[in-house]
């Protein structure tokens, strides 16, 4: 939201982040320093204790704490005393620099739009921000489940294990060798030239579609226990049985339930929106206008 973007503009950020760098570096360099009265710690505060003040305008430790829960990540890593002092200066200077504009009726139009701009976006992300942490009832996550995860259908896995070799003759005699009777993972652990013969050619379980074509094909149509003919592939010939198949565990409510309640609460906002838009008296005259007119600057000429 432009609020939030508005307290980490590059000029913020660069000088509250100079101001606790430089502030670190001091404490760092003190080695005698000089003993101080420690100042009164107040132990009892709130979000109208006043931290500093400007002429007659306050800033309030509500002003500070809630541009401190609004700045980039990176300064969280900042010491409390570098971050804290490093706002409250910040604040200073914006009063300072704020009422060196003046008062409104002195303001460029952009100033004025800005502002305005700027004003309906804290107060729409408020609104918005209402809507989106009311509670959500567990009947309606569990319904988004249902409804998203019920309709997926069952998608079969299979566990194969296979034996490379590299010509079609030697893939025939262990076919027929396997099919009298022999052992596949002690075969395997022998004549398989690929990655997964030391363990006795087990592929694991894998959904269809995750092999190539031509293995796939084959080992999706198989019967648990069979012995392939002989597959080519471009690694060479192979030799598959299929061990067993199963469906595919579906993702839990508990696992999901994060996205599901995301989900509900962007559908309640969108819902919010689409009714103030159906209850209010909206008029949109853009399409009188040509769409280039979003960067034409031009217009704010003297």
Known sequence: MLATH?????????ALLSFATMATAQTSEETAPAEETPAEVVSNYDATTVV??????????????L?????PEQYAQLPDEALFEGIVEQLIDQILLSEEAGEPASWSPQLQLRIENERRAVLARSS????????IEEREIQAAYNEAIGKIPAEKEFNASHILVETEEKALELMESLRAGGDFAETAK????????????????FPAGAMVPEFDEVVTTMEPGAISDPVQTQFGWHVITLNETRDKPKPSLEETRGEFENQIRQQKVQEHIA??????DVENLSEDIPASAVRD???FAE
Not at 190 to 205: A, D
């Open 190 to 205: 022998v004549e398989s030239t690929g990655p997964s013969g030391p363990n006795g050619g087990s592929l694991g379980w």
């Open 128 to 135: 918005l921000e209402a809507v989106a942490e009311k509670p």
């Open 6 to 14: 508005l307290l980490r503009t590059t000029a913020v950020t660069a």
């Open 297 to 299: 600057t031009s217009i």
């Open 67 to 71: 541009m401190a829960s609004m700045l």
């Open 275 to 280: 009714a103030l838009r159906e209850a209010g």
């Open 52 to 65: 500093a003040r400007v002429g007659t305008t306050e800033i309030t430790l509500g002003h500070v704490t």
